[in-house]
């Protein structure tokens, strides 16, 4: 079709033939758009015309698509998707003029996987202002997320009915060792686990409740020899020989050449989500954001 004849198709032409299509009756189809019965007969006769093809067939029995004109339809929805689309995109951007959106986290998702993601959004939306707040512990992610102090806030899965949420990955908990250490077989058992001295966080960390647990289900009881607050410095104690450790990979990025890793004799994940406040009317740019989130790339360790 040449230029000139697709820049006379209008789109009050492919919606009278979508809902001719829909109705089978020209009569309810004028109905639906809410024009008079005239205006669609001129409306699919001008198309037909511009496209040198009979798209309907009318008869006793109402109007029905020809073969070509069921061809066509599946265009002339494509089209009004494209342009609801791109409505729906101008929407999104008006709304993603100034502002801000604020995040909750704990630490290890700050640091590894937050700045990526903000310096992403920020590119896209560069009028957006980001507030971060990372936090020792869950608790505090989640409440600052209950009091409206926080529009996205990052926890473990399940969590509260309070909260909507979406999976971004699961994290393993992985085991720590000196340089030093050799393993007895071909992967680490229970026992070892068991028999050597571990550098852990404090008893009460939300991180390593899993773990515990999982432990004790298989009749394994860590020996503590030191209790750390800091991530970091539990792999610079380990890295330095005295002791193991488990924790999350992500929380122990990055790894010390030298620190050997090894998965636990049963495998566990924390599972890490980003979660909305339910029933919370929710800013574009909180979506945007979790958009940004989704991409697979982004949520692996840097």
Request: hydrophobic share 45%.
């Amino acid at each position: 079709m040449d230029v000139n004849r697709q820049s006379q198709i209008k789109l009050s032409q492919l919606r009278a033939l979508i809902a001719v299509a829909d109705r089978g009756n020209f009569g309810e189809a004028a109905l639906q758009l809410g024009i008079s019965q005239s205006a669609v007969s001129h409306a699919i006769a001008t198309l037909e015309d511009l496209l040198g093809v009979v798209l309907i067939s009318r008869g006793r029995h109402g109007a029905h698509l020809t073969p070509v004109g069921d061809r066509v339809l599946t265009y002339a929805h494509q089209m009004m998707q494209s342009l609801d689309g791109m409505l729906k995109e101008a929407n999104l951007a008006k709304g993603l003029q100034g502002g801000q959106i604020r995040i909750a986290s704990f630490r290890s998702v700050a640091t590894h996987i937050l700045p990526e993601a903000i310096a992403q959004f920020r590119q896209r939306f560069p009028d957006i202002t980001v507030r971060l707040t990372d936090h020792e512990d869950l608790p505090e992610v989640e409440q600052t997320l209950r009091e409206g102090r926080a529009d996205i806030g990052f926890t473990y899965l399940p969590t509260s009915a309070d909260f909507e949420v979406w999976e971004l990955l699961q994290d393993e908990f992985v085991a720590l060792f000196p340089p030093t250490f050799k393993l007895k077989g071909a992967r680490l058992s229970w026992e070892e686990l068991a028999t050597h001295p571990m550098i852990m966080p404090p008893e009460n960390d939300a991180t390593l409740l899993q773990f515990y647990e999982h432990c004790l289900a298989f009749g394994c009881t860590v020996k503590v020899a030191y209790r750390v607050n800091t991530d970091s410095t539990i792999v610079s104690m380990v890295a330095r020989g005295l002791g193991a450790a488990v924790l999350p990979r992500l929380a122990a990025e990055p790894i010390p050449a030298g620190v050997q890793v090894f998965s636990l004799p049963v495998p566990i994940y924390r599972v890490i989500g980003a979660a909305v406040l339910a029933d919370a009317l929710q800013v574009p740019a909180v979506f945007a954001f979790l958009d940004v989130l989704k991409c697979k790339d982004l949520l692996m360790p840097h």
